[in-house]
């Protein structure tokens, strides 16, 4: 196990339901590095976090490792590599270190906020999934001030409440689909012949679409919209490499890092 932080446990600050608080769990996971977790309460997470990064970032995740607290997911796995190398989620090989980078890039900007936006608009328009999610979520009162609160919350935040916005992430989510078999090209990972912090970063990012197991558990059911978007994705290579790709390589350390799979709502 690599050796701790100076001054103990790194500590990582996420949102259990967040697919890019996923991404930095599955690296403290995979180098399996004992580490402490801390869910901030809503409302309030967006000024924990803007505390936290002296007003650099507003959102989370947020990594403290020997005395800095990193946010951005990418800026959190960069700081985890240099740290505790072994094993390893940037390629030797400094082309395909760039393109792993690359990877990593294009599904934070054109994956990550149309799976959030398309997620939380058929959420937010399910009253009885946004009741039974809301309370897991740290959300107040009873489930229907709960419910009321994350929607507001959500609505303001990510712009999810448009239709028209829904079914436009949807295509984008589609879009990126496309781009994660073109690059696979029928092989195992997208980069070299080895797990990357690209197949990292579009499987975790994919997880709200998925759901494989591994991942965090959203909810019992899935609101119908939902489950009609994935219906004709479920056979295409690309979905299935998600899925894969979690039971090969998501579990690998958790055990050792103290963090095993959890679902939305436990102990966090």
């Known amino acids: 196990m690599p050796a701790m932080a100076a001054d103990g446990k790194p500590v990582l600050w996420h949102i259990p339901i967040s697919h890019y608080s996923e991404k930095v769990r599955w690296a403290l996971d995979y180098k399996g590095i004992e580490h402490e977790r801390k869910t901030p309460s809503p409302p309030f997470h967006m000024l924990v976090a803007l505390a936290m990064t002296g007003g650099r970032h507003k959102t989370f995740p947020v990594l403290k490792l020997d005395g800095k607290r990193i946010g951005d997911s990418t800026a959190a796995i960069a700081a985890l590599e240099a740290r505790y190398p072994e094993p390893s989620l940037y390629p030797a090989d400094l082309e395909e270190r760039r393109r792993a980078l690359e990877l990593e890039d294009w599904f934070d900007e054109q994956l990550g906020p149309q799976i959030r936006l398309f997620a939380w608009h058929e959420i937010t328009h399910d009253r009885d999934r946004l009741e039974e999610l809301a309370p897991k979520l740290g959300a107040f009162g009873s489930p229907g001030v709960a419910a009321r609160g994350v929607r ?13 916005a829904a079914q436009a992430a949807r295509g984008k989510v589609v879009e990126a689909l496309d781009r ?11 980069v070299g012949d080895r797990f990357t912090v690209a197949d990292l970063t579009a499987a975790a990012l994919f997880y709200p679409l998925v759901l494989p197991e ?19 994705l479920r056979e295409r290579p690309g979905y299935r490499w998600v899925e894969e790709t979690y039971r090969r390589h998501r579990n690998l350390g958790a055990a050792r890092s103290g963090h095993p799979a959890e679902p939305v709502g436990a102990a966090a």
Do not use: C, D, M, W
Not at 152 to 164: E, G, L, M, Y
């Open 214 to 232: 591994g991942a965090p558990k959203l909810l019992e059911t899935l609101p119908a919209a939902v489950e009609e978007f994935r219906a004709p």
């Open 152 to 164: 507001i919350f959500v609505n303001a935040r990510f712009r999810v409440k448009s239709p028209a």
């Open 180 to 190: 994660l078999e073109a690059e696979l090209g029928g092989g195992e990972y997208l």
